[in-house]
């Protein structure tokens, strides 16, 4: 099977711009979560899809907006960019939520300027 | 207060060493995971435990709900175990994950 697909993977954005992330789960999972990576913050979790519901959100500003499509892709939006959301977006994706059983993708590197 | 505290931030071993990651939790949690991130950024996850030990090759995870403390060991500890360990537990309401800011384990051939 084809593991988690991300793209793009490195994009340089402007402040203020938006950007669109996209993830490809695997093949028969149908839950997609999001999490952001920065050297400060770590790991933080984002929010969390499932049969094109969010289903759980973590602490993140409005800004930060996702969607599922009915084949489980699943894309996720960040508003008026600011420096800070600079950091790789991983996205991972499993049959349930349970983060053990996710896969994770090679994630995209956001670099805002 | 961070939810997730882990120890060290920073690791050099020399190979064959054994290693020990700790990891302490704030949030009562019915699971706790350790993940592994190498260079590039890709995520496995190696362990999920709730109660007492768990082995997977040189691998072996270890918790405590009383003391809400889990460490990870590394036995006889070899130049590709290099990367990222992270632990994270889920919030008291399940609907999201917490993580710690990872040890960066660096082993010396």
């Known amino acids: 099977k084809a593991g988690v697909t991300q793209t793009p993977r490195y994009l340089i954005k402007t402040r203020g711009q938006q950007v669109t992330l996209s993830c490809s789960p695997i093949s028969g999972h149908r839950s997609v979560s999001w999490y952001q990576q920065t050297p400060g913050q770590g790991l933080q979790f984002l929010f969390e899809y499932f049969s094109e519901t969010q289903r759980n959100k973590g602490n993140f500003p409005g800004r930060f907006s996702g969607r599922q499509f009915s084949n489980s892709r699943s894309e996720m939006n960040v508003s008026t960019l600011e420096l800070g959301d600079s950091a790789l977006y991983l996205c991972?994706?499993?049959?349930?939520?349970?983060?053990?059983?996710?896969?994770f993708g090679p994630g995209t590197r956001l670099t805002v300027t | 207060k961070n939810e997730v505290e882990q120890s060290p931030q920073n690791l050099t071993a020399q190979e064959g060493e054994f290693i020990t990651i700790n990891c302490s939790y704030s949030v009562g949690i019915s699971a706790l995971h350790w993940l592994q991130q190498h260079p590039g950024g890709g995520i496995v996850s190696l362990f999920m435990l709730s109660s007492g030990k768990k082995k997977h090759g040189r691998l072996i995870a270890t918790i405590n709900i009383q003391e809400k403390h889990s460490s990870l060991h590394i036995t006889a500890s070899h130049p590709r175990d290099s990367a990222v360990y992270i632990c994270?537990?889920?919030?008291?309401?399940?609907?999201?994950?917490?993580f710690g800011t990872g040890t960066s384990l660096t082993v010396i051939p």
């Open positions: 994270a537990v889920p919030s008291n309401t399940g609907n999201q994950f917490y």
């Open positions: 991972a994706s499993s049959l349930e939520w349970k983060l053990y059983e996710q896969y």
